[in-house]
């Protein structure tokens, strides 16, 4: 298939797509930016993996600093909290109770 004729395919099942956003309040509008937020920062996190790795191209591993990796986790860190704050998660409970979980399933699945 041609890549025009494709290109207007997929354009016609826009609408198809619900990309209609119905953000109501300030709040909802800055949960979502820093959701984006968030995403940005993970993606920047897994280029510096990536590099570690040498999965990187070239010209990225040329540019790559290792101490950058320590501030993208921190970047990832506190987009994390902030968006949990906006959300009204208390992150570190949420923390503490997921851990006991996964301690939970640990131990069921080694007396398996």
Do not use: W
């Not at 119905?22 to 820093?34: C, D, F, R, V």
């Not at 070239?58 to 540019?63: D, F, G, I």
């Not at 994390?80 to 923390?95: F, G, S, Y």
């Amino acid at each position: 298939m041609e890549f025009k004729k494709l290109q207007k395919q997929i354009e016609q099942n826009i609408d198809k797509v619900n990309t209609t956003l119905k953000l109501n309040t300030p709040e909802e509008n800055s949960i979502l930016a820093h959701t984006v937020k968030l995403n940005e920062e993970v993606g920047e996190l897994c280029n510096d993996i990536l590099a570690i790795l040498k999965l990187q191209r070239k010209a990225k591993l040329k540019r790559f600093e290792r101490k950058n990796m320590h501030e993208e986790f921190a970047d990832v860190l506190i987009a994390l909290m902030q968006l949990a704050a906006l959300a009204q998660v208390d992150i570190e409970d949420a923390v503490v109770e997921k851990l006991k979980k996964i301690e939970k399933r640990f131990q069921e699945e080694k007396n398996l």
